[in-house]
């Protein structure tokens, strides 16, 4: 009987006890719908991915393109491994300390799965291995050569971490010629301590993408700003006139989505009426290209297609 009027007294403290507030997610707009993934071509790619022990980010950041680019032939492969030794407060990729570990066998094993893929474009990105004598920057250009030698026609991007602003590093996976260099900035100057690790930086950022330039002016280089953090139109005005100033060819807007209740909230919707906005304004401002919408991320199949064909123009003048 004690223990039951204490657990009933118990009970009566609790229910009195103010309710603890939870961290809800804003509700996504009705123009955000994502496609679950699906199809033959999906189900192949992500077998092979599997058996080969190959990561892609667009399973590990959920990306919400996943279906249309692994159905119509396109992946984006996540080298060194599913955990990142930084920690930005929007990504839903693993955080924590790989101590050092690298799969030396991994550049083969990706070149080989991309020989047996039906692929004309391939974009490969890594986590940030801070861990790493050289910040992976070797591992890295090591699978750009060695997919340039088992297929000489696939377009290589490569989507790459900040490698900490060392030239050197920098310069290691420019000089294997991927296509297009591609390092996100991710969003505007004033939030880049808030949204991203304390590692990175907004002008770390493009000084990385004015390294590749500098290093070769042919490679074509790309970057990425996510909207809906909070960021106001002139900040995003300037953050892409700093993208142009250091020769960035590409840029992509996309919707910030929330990932898990411990990430950033969404301060912001954009309709899909204001990303066309920001497209129009981006592309008067000189880009090559602009992809521009609720859905897009920085590896997207529509700029990925544009891409191929200015390669593909390029390479045939050659």
Not at 14 to 25: D, G
Not at 36 to 47: C, F, M, R, T, V
Not at 143 to 148: D, F, Y
Not at 296 to 301: G, N
Request: hydrophobic letters at 35%.
């Amino acid at each position: 009987m004690a223990n039951q009027a204490t657990k009933s007294a118990s009970a009566v403290a609790a229910s009195a006890a103010p309710a603890k507030p939870t961290r809800r997610r804003q509700p996504k707009p009705s123009w955000i719908k994502i496609r679950p993934p699906a199809g033959e071509k999906y189900l192949e790619i992500k077998n092979m991915m599997k058996e080969l022990n190959i990561a892609t980010v667009c399973q590990e950041a959920q990306c919400p393109n996943i279906a249309e680019c692994w159905s119509g032939g396109t992946a984006t492969m996540m080298l060194m491994g599913e955990v990142c030794t930084r920690g930005c407060r929007f990504c839903d990729v693993k955080t924590g300390n790989p101590k050092g570990v690298l799969d030396e066998n991994e550049p083969e094993n990706v070149a080989t799965a991309v020989s047996k893929m039906d692929l004309d474009y391939l974009v490969l990105t890594s986590v940030d291995r801070d861990d790493v004598e050289d910040e992976g920057s070797g591992h890295f250009a090591k699978t750009v050569r060695l997919l340039k030698e088992k297929r000489p026609d696939l377009i290589v991007e490569v989507l790459t971490p900040d490698f900490s602003g060392n030239p050197e590093f920098v310069h290691k996976l420019v000089d294997a010629k991927p296509d297009v260099f591609a390092h996100n900035i991710e969003t505007v100057k004033r939030l880049t301590k808030t949204v991203r690790d304390p590692r990175a930086g907004y002008q770390q950022s493009l000084d990385v993408l004015k390294m590749v330039k500098d290093r070769d002016p042919t490679r074509y280089t790309k970057s990425s700003i996510m909207l809906g953090l909070g960021e106001t139109a002139d900040e995003i005005r300037e953050a892409l006139q700093d993208l142009i100033d250091v020769g960035c060819d590409v840029v992509t807007f996309g919707q910030y989505l929330q990932p898990q209740r411990r990430h950033l909230k969404v301060e912001k919707f954009y309709t899909p009426d204001e990303f066309k906005e920001w497209q129009a304004e981006a592309e008067a401002m000189g880009f090559l290209y602009v992809a521009s919408g609720p859905l897009v991320r920085s590896s997207y199949r529509a700029g990925e297609f544009f891409m191929k064909g200015v390669i593909e123009k390029k390479r045939n003048v050659e």
